[in-house]
């Protein structure tokens, strides 16, 4: 066993793996990696600098695998008209919803949304987050679809985090395409989402699936074009209504399925059997005052993994607390606090298909570590606001909190 370039001591580990929490553990870092985890009285040696946790709980760091991170503009108005009686489909037909924020990004100058992108990361990053999907979909256009990945790219440049940037192109039907969905396919298909692989600003592909947003046919056409790539798919899928999106992915092995309010055993067996993650986003069901739950019962029934993310988004979800996202997961959705913590950390890392890269405490995943100010992990889950992450572990870095106002 060679040397460590740093020592974990004095904490217990809660690892998402099959060592479950380590009393008393101990975790050697080496070359960004995590090298060596047990009981601290196993550590054969100690010949590296010692970091003492001071007996805090240590987490692999959180996955925030559902964002759209990267926009422009705000809409608290529509979170007024929401407050008075309008639906959120009433809102996206009257013009309003995603096309507001489209009119708000296609005007917005590139470095103003890298700048309110990275205010928004850093905040997520104080409470133990290091690793994003930022979606597109904004633009619905090739140059704006291009001008959101590269803040996407500059952030992970930046911050020196690690980002998935998924391309979102068919989020909605833009004002020019109305009437003329096929063809806003066709556009996306032929033109942009090949413009963007070739530039190397893509890692995967989604697509709205819902009687507000594209059709199950529109969503393969979109599929297949990025089998021929070689990109994964993920999709937004019986969030609304059940359209079959959900056993639509499955068969093209998407990464994942979000939302899922709408879905039924079909679907879940579908999931399933391809090994598709089921992405919940409690703050979007919360906001919208969502009524339908999704079924968890089926998932845990059938083995379906399931994952938690903000889905932060101006329009139904504007939270930045994934910590918060445990508790209306459990409190909303009823998980039980195990299955909420795996929901960020190792099944976020399968739907976005880094679960050999990061989301447990093992032996050769990333050096990417969250401390935090609780007894046990499901503290995490219990409490409501308030930010109880003690300092993060960022490739074998330590980063603790910022103190002052």
Same mark, same amino acid.
């Given at each position: 066993m060679g040397e460590f370039d740093s020592i974990w001591v004095n904490v217990h580990a809660a690892t998402m793996a099959e060592h479950g929490v380590i009393k008393n553990a101990c975790i050697g870092l080496r070359d960004r990696k995590i090298a060596w985890v047990g009981p601290e009285k196993d550590l054969p040696h100690r010949n590296a600098p010692i970091?003492?946790?001071g007996g805090r709980l240590i987490t692999p760091a959180l996955i925030d695998c559902h964002t759209h991170m990267v926009y422009g503009g705000t809409r608290a108005d529509e979170f007024e008209q929401r407050l008075q009686g309008a639906s959120?489909?009433?809102?996206a037909r009257a013009g309003g919803g995603i096309l507001s924020t489209v009119r708000a990004t296609r %005007? *917005?100058?590139?470095?103003?949304?890298?700048?309110?992108?990275?205010?928004?990361?850093?905040?997520l990053l104080r409470e133990g987050v290091t690793t994003f999907e930022i979606k597109s979909g904004y633009g619905l256009d090739l140059e704006t679809e291009r001008k959101m990945l590269r803040v996407a790219t500059r952030l992970r440049d930046d911050l020196g985090l690690r980002i998935r940037r998924t391309f979102l192109g068919a989020h909605a039907l833009p004002r020019e395409y109305a009437g003329r969905s096929d063809d806003y396919i066709d556009e996306i298909c032929n033109v942009m989402l090949p413009a963007l692989h070739a530039d190397g600003?893509?890692?995967?592909?989604d697509a709205f699936c819902e009687n507000i947003g594209f059709s199950p046919a529109q969503t393969e056409r979109i599929f297949k074009t990025a089998k021929k790539l070689g990109l994964p798919m993920k999709l937004h899928a019986e969030q609304l209504s059940n359209?079959?999106? %959900? *056993?639509l992915a499955a068969r093209y092995g998407a990464l994942s399925a979000d939302h899922l309010e709408y879905i039924d055993e079909a679907g879940v067996k579908a999931m399933a059997q391809a090994g598709t993650v089921a992405v919940l986003l409690p703050a979007a069901f919360y906001t919208l005052q969502e009524t339908m739950r999704p079924p968890i019962d089926l998932f845990r029934r059938h083995g379906v993994p399931m994952a938690i993310a903000t889905d932060h988004n101006p329009g139904t979800a504007p939270a930045l607390s994934l910590v918060l996202m445990l508790n209306m997961a459990c409190t909303l959705f009823g998980l039980t606090p195990d299955e909420a913590l795996k929901g960020i950390?190792?099944?976020a890392a399968r739907a976005l298909g880094l679960q050999d890269i990061c989301g447990t405490i093992e032996k050769g995943k990333a050096a990417d570590l969250a401390l935090w100010d609780v007894n046990e992990p499901r503290d995490l889950c219990y409490r409501i606001g308030g930010n109880p992450c003690a300092g993060v572990i960022v490739n074998g870095a330590f980063f603790p909190p910022p103190t002052g106002p």
């Open positions: 970091r003492d946790g959120y489909a009433d809102i %005007a *917005a100058p590139e470095d103003d949304l890298f700048a309110s992108a990275s205010a928004r990361m850093k905040s600003l893509v890692d995967a592909v359209q079959g999106g %959900a *056993a950390t190792v099944n």
